[in-house]
């Protein structure tokens, strides 16, 4: 999700949106998971031939992880769109991680999913990221076949995006942020196509409880009955695995697809993260390879996001955080997630906010995990990936774009624009002044009648019957000015290998969307939601009958990537205009349209088909109209007889720390914005072992943190603070924490430096 605060806008009237996440009054938390691992679809039996084809299962395969993380500090995170979450430091450091299938017999045939920890993916990062891999690798990876899908994480760095909408919050276009992500993916598939060898994939899925709930139930229940009968839950526990192999059957890694946002972290945190997802990542990874650094894994765990839009892992529920009020401690408002008519005060709760939000993220992440080895540890019981690689792209301009309806209809999409729940956000990040969720009513408040049309252009007479029964706050697809505030150009591609099929989609798709356009869609008429319903072929059924894949056909939702066009919800859930309806922004026939789009691209999976799909335009280029209003690190300066690197607070050498202290230390610091220290790390942790220093920990481990602070503005003047929370099996001995800086000199040279603390113990 992605809200937006307004609040610096010319007028300065309004602090718009904050963020995604969850209601829920039904909050039972189960934190049980059912223990079954089954195959998808039919079992296929087949020996794996030494000649490794991909008629018996052999495929070549490669696995890379990169650093992108960006500046870390002075810069507006991204996902809550809150102009107060302003980056301090240092959490885990984000990555890109990129798995390889490829043909060995036509090395031309080859897809490359790339699963990056930041909250969407862009149309400007993606074509860089092109247009560099195209030109180290002519021929092999091109726009076609390169998917860039986001973790969701709403604890990443901001700025990366080249539309201006999300440019408000984070003070314009941050090219730093830009550059850190494309170097770091760009890395990571450079390591997966240098580790390409011969392996074969295995499919299999499990049922994941307790990690995720719908936090906009009311809007889920307008979907038809008799449709929600056909599943068991309002929100998808299922979580599907994709096994990596080697040519002994050894695991090299994974790829998992389960839905749950990354709003573990709330929006009162300012350390860079990869939230749940990321931190999945690490506990997986550091399972197998506990000895490697984070990040120099040679096993890539993937935890991405699948119809992720309706999805909280805040699993208590929502409830009224009013100390005073009668209604302090219950839940919130059914249908509008308010506390007392207000929004501001219902908020989610992870399962473990009673300690902190870090620890209800861990939590939420390793029940991923859990799942994830559930199936992992059962190859046996998974069924054999087999058949053609291919991958199919094109672009779909959504402005005005007319398509059929089964029951013969024609519809429309609409050109972007968001509604009024837009603004009255979530449960993770409410929004502000009078706005809230699920109301579509045409009467609002007249002063934000006045405001809106200052902001963006007042939406032509058929605008608002295009989007009816959205009411528009923001008519982003008329705001041009100084550069395209909302993408209308979308990209629509699907990855093949074998009988998976990937439907990678532009922007959040609700539960019920992401049903609805993997298997049997379920039709309702527009001007009645009890009216006529017809049920209709999506991807799923349609692979099928066109012949291209059997009954094991099996397809998953990856999202948000390649564009961000916000959220798609069912028809009947936008009526309903909660968040998630009112941030659907190219109105009630959006996911018909995506379910006619990607339909339409099914005939081109069949292997030996060289014709391309019919295209739109590509969007164009906007980095050369981006705005960027962010400061650049004019100097460093060290305090008066002190330099940088100095411990100003150091840490206990008197007596030892014991399992679950935290050991603090401060140093003279300088802004990391200096240098990113892409695959390196901002501290470590070293151990005297074998008569030298050791790291053991670095700015990757959950159990540390790197928190920077501006002390004295003119003079540049800052300091450090580095953290580590002894973990129960760590080794007693002798530790010292080690800080990594680089200084700015006025006139521009920059200097590294290292800063240690004393040594200390533990026992």
């Not at 084809?53 to 995170?77: C, F």
Request: proline share 7%.
């Amino acid at each position: 999700m992605y809200i937006v605060d307004t609040s610096d806008l010319t007028l300065d009237v309004w602090s718009l949106m904050r963020s995604s996440a969850d209601l829920l009054t039904r909050g039972l938390w189960w934190i049980s998971a059912l223990t079954s691992v089954h195959a998808p679809g039919a079992r296929v039996q087949q020996s794996f031939n030494a000649s490794m084809g991909v008629s018996d299962g052999g495929y070549l395969l490669g696995l890379g992880i990169g650093d992108i993380t960006g500046p870390v500090v002075e810069t507006n995170m991204m996902g809550y769109a809150d102009r107060q979450q302003t980056d301090t430091g240092l959490h885990m450091r984000q990555r890109s991680r990129a798995w390889i299938v490829a043909d060995p017999a036509e090395p031309s045939s080859r897809v490359v999913f790339i699963n990056a920890d930041i909250g969407m993916g862009d149309t400007g990062v993606r074509r860089s990221i092109i247009h560099r891999l195209s030109h180290e690798f002519p021929g092999l990876y091109t726009g076609t076949n390169i998917a860039l899908v986001a973790t969701h994480s709403h604890a990443g760095v901001g700025g990366y995006l080249e539309n201006l909408l999300p440019h408000i919050t984070s003070l314009g276009y941050v090219q730093q942020t830009a550059d850190a992500i494309v170097e770091g993916t760009v890395l990571a598939v450079r390591r997966a196509h240098a580790s390409l060898a011969p392996g074969r994939l295995r499919l299999g899925n499990t049922t994941v409880v307790g990690a995720n709930i719908n936090r906009s139930p009311s809007a889920y229940l307008a979907n038809p009955e008799e449709e929600r009968r056909r599943y068991e839950a309002d929100v998808d526990q299922e979580m599907t695995v994709l096994r990596f192999e080697d040519g002994e059957g050894d695991a090299r890694g994974f790829l998992s697809f389960f839905p749950v946002h990354g709003t573990s972290l709330y929006q009162n945190n300012t350390l860079v993260s990869g939230d749940n997802k990321g931190m999945a990542a690490y506990i997986y990874e550091a399972l197998v390879d506990p000895n490697s650094m984070p990040g120099q894994t040679t096993f890539v765990a993937g935890f991405t996001q699948s119809n992720v839009g309706d999805t909280s892992p805040n699993t208590l529920g929502a409830v009224c955080q009013s100390p005073g009020e009668p209604w302090d401690g219950q839940a919130c408002n059914f249908e509008h997630s308010t506390c007392g008519n207000r929004t501001q005060d219902c908020r989610g709760r992870g399962p473990g906010f009673r300690i902190s939000d870090f620890e209800s993220n861990r939590i939420i992440a390793q029940l991923q995990v859990d799942g994830a080895k559930r199936v992992m540890d059962h190859p046996e019981e998974m069924m054999p990936v087999s058949g053609p690689v291919n991958a199919v792209h094109t672009y779909a301009d959504m402005t005005f774009r007319s398509f059929e309806l089964p029951d013969g209809r024609t519809v429309q999409t609409c050109p972007p624009a968001l509604g009024y729940s837009f603004a009255g956000g979530t449960t993770d990040g409410p929004g502000a002044f009078d706005f809230t969720q699920g109301d579509n009513s045409t009467s609002q408040n007249p002063f934000w009648e006045f405001v809106k049309g200052a902001v963006t252009p007042r939406p032509p007479p058929e605008q608002v019957s295009c989007h009816y029964p959205k009411p528009i706050l923001l008519d982003t697809g008329y705001a041009e000015k100084p550069y395209a505030w909302s993408p209308s150009t979308v990209d629509i591609q699907i990855l093949r290998v074998g009988n998976l099929v990937m439907l990678i989609i532009p922007g959040e798709m609700t539960t019920m969307a992401g049903r609805r356009i993997r298997s049997v869609r379920l039709h309702t008429s527009r001007r009645s939601l009890t009216g006529r319903r017809t049920y209709s072929e999506a991807v799923r059924a349609k692979l099928i009958a066109s012949g291209i894949i059997g009954d094991d056909a099996y397809v998953v939702v990856a999202g948000p990537a390649n564009t961000y066009a916000h959220y798609v919800t069912t028809p009947e859930e936008y009526a309903v205009q909660r968040y998630e309806g009112a941030s659907t922004i190219f109105g009630p026939w959006t996911l018909d349209a995506y379910i006619h789009e990607y339909g339409k691209l099914i005939d081109y999976l069949t292997p030996g088909v060289a014709e391309k799909p019919p295209s739109d335009p590509a969007p164009i280029d906007l980095t050369s109209k981006v705005i960027s209003l962010q400061l650049p690190v004019v100097q460093d300066t060290a305090p008066l007889g002190k330099n940088f690197g100095d411990v100003l607070v150091d840490v206990e050498t008197n007596s030892p720390y014991h399992a679950g202290d935290t050991v603090v230390a401060q140093f003279v610091g300088a802004n990391p914005r200096n240098n990113l220290r892409l695959e390196q790390t901002f501290l470590t942790v070293d151990r005297w072992l074998d008569e030298q220093w050791v790291p053991v920990r670095s700015d990757s481990h959950p159990s540390t943190t790197y928190r920077w602070e501006r002390t004295n503005v003119p003079f540049g003047i800052s300091t450090v603070n580095l953290t580590w929370t002894i973990e129960p099996d760590t080794p007693a001995g002798t530790y010292r924490i080690t800080y990594y800086g680089d200084a700015k000199h006025i006139l521009g040279p920059i200097t590294p430096f290292i800063g240690r603390s004393s040594d200390f113990t533990f026992a």
